[in-house]
């Protein structure tokens, strides 16, 4: 599966940037070896980060960032929009759609006038939307993206998913009939259970900002920084796990070719090393995940 990390450039940690070059080695090497990025329009259409993406030599997807604008109130012009996709080709991967937030007929309407501008993005269907339109988008498109999902709870989300992987998203046999995307997808629970071509993520510098770091192997991050305010709190902290679950940390930090101490000291070092192991699970889930069947697990959803 394709786990894009997103928000790297966003986050001023381009490779030859002033945090990279303050970073060690180690961190260096995990920071080089993400293969998937994600941006928002939103943050990188102004200013230096096209240069940067382009200099690093690098091709991101491309998220129109209609929710960061909606939220704060800034309006985006799907003119403009498209001029920046057809502008930016040799860096862009794929984009997705405009969303018009709370408009599904707004959304499709963007699709297509996004098509009539010449420019090939992908649909994006939300949580909450009328199944129908995503069965549109099955049947039109090869690629297609879930979202709108990222302030629903994780229960009540897989209940939604469940629906739309077995009325939609999968043939009798429970394989996925073409490449799905999740936005924002941040349990691993849910990326694991269904089928998706790929996903993205911000939760390995949200992690890191808190003081912590990921693995793909443990189940949760594991609070490390010595300016934690967890550092006092027991089995909160790396300083006050049990002894058996401290020295896997330390086997699993070697392995990634790090420290505890290094983890401990340096945030660049956090950072770097959270971007590589979110990439590492999508890695790790393997590159045929979106062809394993799905079976849903709710009961009484037929």
Known sequence: MNLYVAGIYASNFNKGGRLYLKATENAKAHRDNVRFNLESYHYIHKGKYVEQIRRDGVKVFLDSGAFSSFSLGVDVSIEAYAEFVKANQDIIEMASVLDAIGDPVGTYHNQQTLERLGVEVLPCFHYGEPLDLCEYYVRNYDYITLGGMVPIPNNKLEVWL???WSRVLTDKDGYSRIKIHGFGLTARKLMAKYPWYS?????WVQAAANGGIVFPELPRPIAISERSPKIKDFMGHYSTLPAATKA????LLAYYGSSAEEMATDYKSRWAFNAF?????GYILGEDHWRKPFRATQPGLF
Request: charged share 40%.
């Open 162 to 164: 469940d629906e739309v």
């Open 277 to 281: 192991t979110y990439d590492r699970l």
């Open 199 to 203: 996903v993205d993520s911000s939760s």
């Open 248 to 251: 896997r940390v330390d086997q």
